[in-house]
């Protein structure tokens, strides 16, 4: 099952997102199932849109 990517609302802090990051995929040599590539994609966007909204917050 593909997880469904977040919703409007609170942003997680980048800093959380990439821990998640760090733990699904921990060495790049290890490959990730399409499950938790489609977990790694929405991960990643989700960790970008944390990092703009904590830059826009520190403006």
């Known amino acids: ?10 942003v997680r802090p980048a ?3 990439n821990r998640e990051i760090r ?3 921990p060495h790049p040599a290890v490959r990730l199932s399409s499950e938790q590539r ?4 929405l991960l ?3 960790w970008a849109a ?10």
Do not use: F
Request: glycine residues 6%.
């Open 50 to 59: 944390a990092t703009r909204s904590e830059v826009v917050k520190a403006a």
């Open 38 to 41: 489609a977990r790694y994609e």
């Open 44 to 46: 990643v966007v989700e």
């Open 15 to 17: 800093e959380v997102v």
């Open 23 to 25: 733990e699904l995929w």
């Open 1 to 10: 099952m593909i997880p469904t990517p977040p919703g409007p609302g609170p």
